[in-house]
């Protein structure tokens, strides 16, 4: 057992997103009296997000910390295209990061010796030690480095996911499937700057968010541009819009080579979050691969969390390869506004397959019947060849050579 009296805290959590967020809350109900501090540089944990995920993506162990943090379920959710109108009776529910710094907050504060650190910067970050930008220092039994992606470390090596989404009030309720469907994907709309569609959340009859998303080759968003074209869409699809309650944008960065495991130096902090590989490198889901971590973290003393964290590391590991060969075949081997035709026939493949693939725990099967088939219309297949033999391991004038577009990084 670890011996409290040589650190301040029992774990440090630096970066105050939803993986943090989670491991406190994980950390509150299997241990209630550990000692936690959060590091986060700005004053809000989660920052402007919403995470979605697919019922049964959740692990048992994480359901009753994940629970308080769900804002809407919905039954079902959809997928159309120009050739495929699909329901999916799967459950789909969505957490946001207003909800996140709540639920945190209040679990944070309802523990005297634990501490919520807001607008502190981690200069410095090693196994049992956070050095802050203003010259305080914490220590901890165990220190867990949840920040998001090295965007420098990954220039050239991705590309991107991205989208502006509006949280919009309506002065006509929703009516029906309406009001009860997800819409995760409507790309029956005009292809630009790669793969772009709707995504559309009813949160409640008068309220809906429409996000618009891209899986581009750079990160450019175009804000006001997009806002336009979210209304213009929204306009179109008989939504009345009686005000814009929020915005939202992101940009997420998708690997389209296997990126370098973390430090495994005795003096290095437990990497987790985005820079820990856990996200779904496709789909950019990161929900349920965070509520695995925080349920393996969260039950354990800070000597034996890095050891048990290490065979869900491994699996992980195993299901992002294919996850990147697809990426290298989606950026480098078809057109970009040919994209949506891949996706198209992924979502028409056994349901099962569908949401394995999701929870990023797919079978050999599922790999064979994603891969096989007719190449799509688009796909080069000298691009393809190359990025089927691709592993990462060229050099930056070879990469170069082949990618499709920029893929410079925010």
Sequence with gaps: MFKRAR?????????????????????RAAQPSVRV?????????????????????????????????????????????PGLDRTFATPYASVSSTRLHEVVSRSMAAHGDSALLLGAEAKRVSAHAVELADGRAISA??????????????????????????????????????????????????QRDGFRFFYVLPFAPDRVLVEETFYADGPALDGPALRASILAYAEARGLSVREVVREERGVLPLPVERLAAPSDA???????????????????????????????????????????????????????????????????????????????????????????????????????????????????????LGALTDDGSRGERGRAGERTGEGASS
């Design 7 to 27: 650190f301040d805290f029992d774990y440090a959590l630096v970066g105050g997103g939803l993986q943090a967020g989670l491991i406190a809350l994980a950390l």
């Design 266 to 384: 005795a003096d290095a902090p437990l990497v987790a979050g985005y820079a820990g590989g856990f996200f779904h490198p496709t789909t950019g889901y990161s929900l349920p691969l965070a509520a695995r971590v925080a349920a393996i973290v969260g039950a354990l003393a800070p000597e034996h969390a890095a050891l048990a964290l290490a065979p869900e590391r491994a699996r992980v590991e195993r299901q992002a390869r294919f996850c990147v060969l697809l990426n290298r075949l989606l950026f480098r081997a078809i057109a970009p506004e040919s994209r949506r035709n891949v996706l198209e026939r992924f979502h028409t493949l056994k349901e099962e397959t569908v949401l394995r693939f999701y929870a990023l725990d797919t079978t050999p099967a599922d790999r064979a019947r994603i891969l096989c088939g007719r190449p799509p219309r688009g796909m080069s297949l000298r691009r393809a």
């Design 37 to 81: 501090a959060i590091v986060e540089r700005e004053t809000h944990l989660g920052g402007e997000h919403l995470w979605s995920f697919h019922a049964g993506d959740v692990p048992a162990a994480a359901r009753a910390f994940v629970e308080p943090l769900v804002v809407r379920r919905w039954p079902r959710w959809r997928a159309t295209f």
């Design 141 to 190: 039994g165990l220190v867990v480095d949840a920040r998001g992606p090295d965007r420098a470390r990954l220039e050239g090596r991705v590309a991107f996911q991205k989208f502006v989404g509006l949280e919009l009030a309506l002065s006509r309720p929703l009516q029906g499937d309406a009001a009860e469907t997800a819409t995760v994907f409507d790309a029956t709309v005009e």
